[in-house]
């Protein structure tokens, strides 16, 4: 309260115009929110692919959006278990591997395993019993589908028709397909934090998978979430991020996929604004 007088004075004494005067008070009323959702949030945990691992496991480097996440809600801890190459969508081969850190795509470098890293950290107390996880995945399975070829193979609609169809006692090899993946990965974060929120956040356009198949994905992607009463952020249609306009001149990435720092800030401060409305008390 005593911001928002000393803004309104300092509008008044200086005869503001009145839209800068509504411009101040409406930065202040997004610092409260800010600040009332960091407060709440707690211990983050956020799982991914090279943009997220490219913010530091700390989530303190610049071209990576966690680290603009962090600063702009400021929770009590926030850490990253994300993976350069990571997919959401498992292989035949892909079995449990917490040690595996290859920086490309690989059987072993899957969601499901940065969700196994989780769990051991927990468990052996490295690692707070996360409030939040962000999940921002999805640019692989998009980008590399010929060595994921059963990706798109199953819709959402599909992956739920039975209800244990994906049920966390099955083989983590027989879940091959992005619907049926994610479905897995959120039942095994469920069943270990049930308290905790997870939000989905869909991959933003990348020159190089192409902005058809990155929109596809984050279809799979989304209606997995809403079968799943999850938040979902879709940052393909709105993080401002477009494969067209990077194609013709890079500015929000450095290669037509990977943030470059004003990339990564801009989705950063978005998905934080989207989940401070998202959660807000």
Known sequence: MVFRTIIRNFADDYEMASHMRTLLIAVFSVFQLFTAVGQQLGDVVILGDSNTWIGGDACDKPEGWNKWFKEALQPKSCRSYARSGATWTNTPETRRNTREDIGVLGNDNVVYNQICRLQEAVDSGVQATPQLILILAG???????????????????????????????????????????????????????????????????????????????????????????????????????????????????????????????????????????????
């Open 139 to 281: 640019t692989n399975d998009a980008w590399f589908r010929k060595a994921r070829p059963q990706v798109f193979a199953m819709s959402a609609e599909e992956a739920f028709a039975k209800r244990c169809c994906c049920c966390a006692k099955r083989p983590v090899s027989e879940i091959v397909t992005l619907a049926a993946s994610v479905r897995y990965g959120c039942e095994l974060l469920q069943a270990q934090y049930p308290q905790a929120q997870i939000i989905l956040l869909t991959p933003f356009e990348s020159v190089q998978a192409g902005a058809e198949p990155i929109a596809k994905a984050g279809d799979i992607i989304a209606a997995c979430g809403q079968k799943m009463g999850l938040h979902v952020i879709r940052l393909d249609q709105q993080s401002g991020i477009r494969a067209k306009q990077e194609q013709a001149r890079k500015h929000l990435t450095t290669d037509g996929t990977h943030t470059s720092v004003a990339g990564a800030r801009k989705v950063g401060q978005y998905v934080a604004q989207q989940v401070a409305a998202l959660l807000q008390p």
